[in-house]
């Protein structure tokens, strides 16, 4: 594990703390497939009965790190499979075991979709969840298209995604999203005494229940991950993602108006 993701294990609780504070938490390729090997590992190893993905009472993540995400995209096209990002999102779309999560501050792209797949969501009265992927061109990711109707409703999903403006943490309860809103600093101090319970009860049985709350969508979520990511390729080569990253790095408002 690098500086940007702290791992630690004990009493069978897994933890995977996003820790690139300076950069509000962005994920880079490099971070996705940190995650995404931990995950995998955590899969297969016995000792590890429960997950927590965390991060700072300031700050869950600010979504992707644009400068990196534009390297990644100019690289030769292959198979979307094996790209960090999609490696990650499948691994945790089945990860067996259960999978908790602590939210304060901004939780922005990924930092929102990523909540989709996990199992109990705590969050501090401070955090905020944007999807802003229309806003940059670009469509949605992680199965998104398909979870967030069937939690939120299909106003409500498509409020969240098509304006891609944040919505903060009451409404995140109100729809599900989050199971408790606490203070920011107790935030991931609520999540591992969740995930502790969870690591005292018998793991086979944690297991399987996950397994069947969520077999009758299982095999859709991972094909519409799939296909979100092959419309996500073909628009982050067309105009309009081209024209809203140039803005983001001009500090400008993106100018649509033509496309």
Not at 34 to 58: C, F, K
Not at 108 to 113: F, L, P, S
Not at 130 to 158: D, I, K, T, W, Y
Not at 226 to 235: H, K, M
Request: aromatic residues 6%; contains cysteine; charged residues 20%.
């Amino acid at each position: 594990m690098s500086e940007a993701i702290l791992r630690h294990s004990e009493n069978g609780v897994l933890t995977l703390t996003l820790a690139r504070l300076e950069k509000k938490n962005a994920f880079t390729q490099a971070m996705y497939a940190e995650l995404a090997d931990a995950l995998h590992a955590a899969a297969q190893d016995e000792a590890v009965r429960v997950a927590v993905i965390q991060g700072h009472e300031s700050v869950f993540s600010a979504g992707n790190d644009i400068e990196d995400f534009q390297r990644a995209a100019m690289q030769p096209a292959g198979d979307d499979a094996e790209r960090p990002v999609f490696r990650f999102l499948r691994a945790l779309a089945t990860f067996p075991k259960p999978l908790l999560a602590a939210v304060c501050g901004p939780a922005v792209g990924i930092g929102t979709t990523l909540l989709l797949h996990c199992d109990l969501v705590y969050a501090g009265d401070n955090a905020a969840f944007s999807m802003p992927f229309v806003n940059l061109g670009l469509c949605p990711e992680a199965g998104s298209s398909l979870l967030l109707p069937r939690l939120m409703g299909h106003q409500r999903a498509s409020e969240a995604l098509l304006l891609g403006e944040p919505f903060f943490a009451e409404a995140a309860l109100e729809v599900g999203l989050v199971n408790r809103i606490v203070p920011p600093g107790e935030a991931n101090a609520c999540a591992q005494a969740q995930a502790a319970k969870l690591a005292a009860k018998p793991s086979r049985s944690l297991r399987e229940t996950k397994r069947l709350l969520k077999a009758a969508q299982q095999e859709r979520v991972l094909a519409r991950i799939d296909e979100e990511a092959r419309i996500f390729g073909q628009l982050l080569q067309a105009p309009a993602a081209r024209e809203a990253f140039a803005a983001f790095m001009e500090k400008r408002k993106p100018d649509f108006s033509k496309l």
